[in-house]
Nanobody
Framework: QVHLVESGGGSVQAGGSLRLSCAAS????????MGWYRQAPGKQRELVAA???????NYADSVKGRFTISRDNAKNTVVLQMNSLKPEDTAVYHC???????????????WGQGTQVTVSS
């Protein structure tokens, strides 16, 4: 089983910064991709930033130049540094990974419980 634990959400004024962290644990054999997604009320979950299986990064156009994703492969962690936050960034942010386990070498998607980010104007 794979578990994701997120931390770092909270409330901030527009223009402020927050840092989200996600740690993956369990019987992980290999991680194919790691990233952050968000879901605002009444909207579908969307990609914020993620590492691809090839090691590159994808960012939503709305966060380019403001958010930075990083990872520590040895610790199975992924961090999202969010700067110049805007009210429209308000959402529940979820960490997601695509990983295989020791028991099954097939890749599955796993999600964290989510952390609330609220940006006030």
């Amino acid at each position: 089983q794979v578990h994701l634990v997120e931390s770092g959400g909270g409330s901030v004024q527009a223009g402020g910064s927050l840092r989200l962290s996600c740690a993956a644990s369990g019987s992980i054999f290999s991680i194919n991709g790691m990233g952050w997604y968000r879901q605002a009320p009444g909207k579908q979950r969307e990609l914020v930033a993620a590492f691809t299986s090839g090691g590159g990064t994808n960012y939503a156009d709305s966060v380019k130049g403001r958010f930075t994703i990083s990872r520590d492969n040895a610790k199975n962690t992924v961090v999202l540094q969010m700067n110049s936050l805007k009210p429209e960034d308000t959402a529940v942010y979820h960490c997601g990974i695509t990983a295989s386990t020791m028991a099954s070498r097939r890749y599955y998607d796993y999600w964290g419980q989510g952390t609330q980010v609220t940006v006030s104007s």
